[in-house]
Structure formats: structure tokens, C-alpha cells
């Protein structure tokens, strides 16, 4: 058996797979995992609204394609379709943490119950974030409001607000892209965001954003997952 791991990374976008590769692939190297990013099949569609009927889909291909790889997710709780399993008991929620088990929870047993004997109780891990992307970026509200030329009261301020850069609401009005946008129209997701995310660092990140360390825990101990297995 080999000492280490392969992991489909199936990501919502462009800059999901920017910061995967950049942020993420060296790190869990080191670990003995390594990551492929996949931008998620969206035919005649460039973002938003990931429906599960299209996610399943990629989800069943990578799980066929070799049986000594683990499939995740990397999507947000912001973008996903109104068909997303367990999305209207997670909506009835209060915490992230409540809504991120209940999502991912129902994710889960539908891709076992889908795909079961392809290995989808131990080779799939759920993720749907309680965030955009952006969310991360406010681990740090000094480097954020050094790299937009904004006043650091102003990030903290919305961080106060919320009580922690995971409950940044996601609502259109409020979610973490639109704070961002209202902080400075310099912001841009793919430039911009993958610059200061790289300024903050992975270690802050996951400091600061529990749902997301606890996500790349999981990811980091699949080597030995798989021994034990």
C-alpha cells in the first residue's frame, strides 16, 4: 500500500482552484496528501446556483475513475442550489456549526446512498462552507485592510458585528463578497483575494475559521485513515 494519499478537490470556481493549488498543495504534501483541484461541470454557466443534480454527477465520475482516491468538496453554503441536500433543515439552523453539520450530514448520506459501492462512506468528505471564499480573508483584519488602503475600524467592525469571520451573514446584501465590495471597489476575487489570502497565510486561516480548520484536519489525517482502513 502506498504512504500516501490523492484527493479530488471538487471546487465551486476559478479562485477556489487558484487557492487550492497556491494554498493548500504544498501544505498537505508535506502531510503525504495530494490534491487535484476540478472546477465542478456548470454547462453554459459561469458561477453561482451549484446544483446537486450537476455536483452528484462529478462526484459519481471521480469516485468511478480509481478506487484508491478520495473525492471532497470545496463549494459554499452562499452559492449552492435550492436542491442541495438537507439545505431547508439547514436554513432552520442557528450557528454555522449547526448548519455546516446538517448539510453536510444529509451530503453525505445521499452520496452513500447514491454511490455506496463505489466507497462513498469513506472515500467521500463533505464540505460546504459556511462561507464564500472571501470569509477567509477576514482572519486577519490588519493584512485585509492594508492590502484594500482601508481603515482597520472598518473590518473590525464587521467582524464585531458577526462575532467571527464564519458567521458573516450570507445573505446577498451582507455576504463576505459584498462586504468587501463596500469596503473598497479595488477588490477583486481571483487577484486581489488570492494575493491577501496568501499575505494572511494558512496558519491564521485556520485559526481563525474552525469549520475550515476542522475540514483540512480531516483531509490531513486521510493517510493514516487509509492505512488503518
Known amino acids: 500500500m502506498s504512504d500516501y494519499t490523492e484527493v479530488i478537490v471538487l471546487v465551486e470556481g476559478q479562485t477556489e482552484k487558484i487557492f487550492v493549488e497556491s494554498m493548500l498543495l504544498l501544505q498537505l504534501a508535506e502531510r503525504g496528501v495530494f490534491l487535484t483541484p476540478i472546477i465542478i461541470s456548470k454547462p453554459g454557466q459561469k458561477g453561482g446556483d451549484v446544483r446537486f443534480a450537476r455536483v452528484k454527477k462529478d462526484i459519481e465520475l471521480h469516485l468511478k475513475q480509481r478506487t484508491n482516491t478520495y473525492v471532497t468538496l470545496f463549494v459554499d453554503y452562499y452559492g449552492i442550489g435550492q436542491d442541495w441536500p438537507g439545505l431547508a433543515e439547514a436554513r432552520l439552523q442557528i450557528t454555522p456549526a449547526q448548519k455546516a453539520a446538517m448539510i453536510n450530514r444529509s451530503t453525505k448520506e445521499d452520496v452513500e446512498r447514491l ?10 468528505i463533505p464540505y460546504v462552507a459556511m462561507h464564500e471564499f472571501e470569509t477567509l480573508l477576514f482572519s ?90
Open 115 to 124: 454511490f455506496g459501492p463505489y466507497g462513498a462512506d469513506h472515500r467521500f
Open 140 to 229: 486577519d483584519p490588519s493584512v485585509l485592510a492594508e492590502n484594500l488602503c482601508v481603515n482597520i475600524s472598518d473590518v473590525e467592525q464587521i467582524i464585531t458585528a458577526c462575532g467571527e469571520p464564519e458567521n458573516i451573514n450570507d445573505s446577498p446584501v451582507t455576504a463576505p463578497s459584498k462586504r468587501l465590495k463596500g469596503l473598497s471597489d479595488r477588490f477583486r476575487k481571483t487577484s486581489t483575494g488570492i494575493g491577501i489570502a496568501q499575505a494572511i497565510g494558512l496558519e491564521k486561516m485556520r485559526e481563525q475559521c474552525t469549520l475550515f480548520n476542522e475540514w483540512l484536519t480531516v483531509i490531513e489525517n486521510l493517510t493514516k485513515a487509509k492505512v488503518d482502513h
